[in-house]
């Protein structure tokens, strides 16, 4: 069997690895009030990389997510507008928070929250929005940002997935209240675990940090009510490095994705993904979506191409609504949503993928998908 092609994988190299040789010999692994070394230049370098006034590392983007609905003051009885159509984490921490989480429509093309459809879920309820940049490609931020700030909103933009990604020129983040971010493993450039959130507003910043560290102001005093969410040393090393490296990182993906674009165009039986003007994909995943045929059919061909050494892989195959335990905030019908859920599949587009690994990938893609289909 063909040795396989991984939807994504981190790269380590050697300076990841003196860094957090460096960290453990010295001998602080966390910081106990605030962030340790390590972590606060890993902000102040992620701040500077993104254009940002703050940067707030913390342990993972389910935190960064938390955290940031937590210091905007998002509380119990508030709704919160999301798409349904994304990692469990984006509707998990507006539960946590004891919010509502209301789940509004997507658009096709994108599979990014339609801003029509989150107008229209608005209610005197709604306290926050989160829209999300699924699969590096950045939602239609501006418009949802008119939205929010016609309605008194928060706006928290999910870029957990948007590494290396803009929209009309800006970084993620540039026009929401605060933008929070994952190094999950798989993600463009990784810390193990871990994620940050970014802010331009000095208050919004100052909650966070106490948040972060059990509320206090100094050590054994809290202030506010606040959690354990500091990123340890050795994490904040490897983002250090790993942050130094995305820029190559995001062009072999956007160089993958082209080239496998430029393979599987005018091949009818798939929509491929796309960039709509003024939006530049981080190409996270590389999500094409069968025209015709049932979920089994799209199933089939995955399992095809997984047999066949192509890690294919399907992302978010069943959307939050329909999961049995957010069926207690409404009943809802989302035909894009439920749609696409059922016709997508991804394909690796990362660093360590080869030109000849693409040409690969689109001839197998191609075979799997005219076996089950036509």
Known sequence: MRKMIPIN??????????????VLKGGMLTGRFGSGPMAKQFEGDFAKFFKTKH?????SGTAALHMALWAAGVKAGDEVILPSFTFIATAEVVALIGAKPVFADIKQNTYNIDPDKLEAAITRKTKAVIPVDLYGLPAEIDRIKEIAD?????????AAQAHGASYRGKNP??????????????KNMTT????MVTTNNDEYARKLRLIKSHGETEEYKASVLGHNYRMPEIEASIGIVQLKQ??????????????????????????????PRGCRSSWYLYTVRIRKGSVEDRDRIVEGLRNKGVG?????????HQMAYY???GTYHLPNTEKVAQKVFSLPVHPAVTPENIQYIARAVEVAVKNCID
């Not at 994988?9 to 460096?22: C, D, F, N, S, W």
């Not at 940067?55 to 342990?59: D, L």
């Not at 016609?150 to 999910?158: A, R, S």
């Not at 983040?173 to 798989?186: E, K, L, R, T």
């Open 9 to 22: 994988m981190p790269l380590i190299g050697q300076e990841e690895i003196k860094a957090v040789t460096r």
């Open 55 to 59: 940067a707030v590392a913390v342990n």
């Open 150 to 158: 016609k309605h008194n909103l928060i706006l928290v933009e999910d």
């Open 173 to 186: 983040g540039y026009f929401a209240d605060v933008a929070c971010w994952s190094f999950y493993a798989s």
């Open 192 to 195: 193990g675990e871990g994620g």
């Open 246 to 275: 995305l820029p190559v990182f995001a062009a072999k993906r956007r160089k993958n994705a082209e080239d496998l674009t430029e393979r599987l165009d005018g091949f009818e039986q798939l929509v491929l993904p796309v960039e």
């Open 312 to 320: 294919a892989t399907v992302y978010y195959p069943t959307p939050i």
């Open 327 to 329: 069926q207690q905030f």
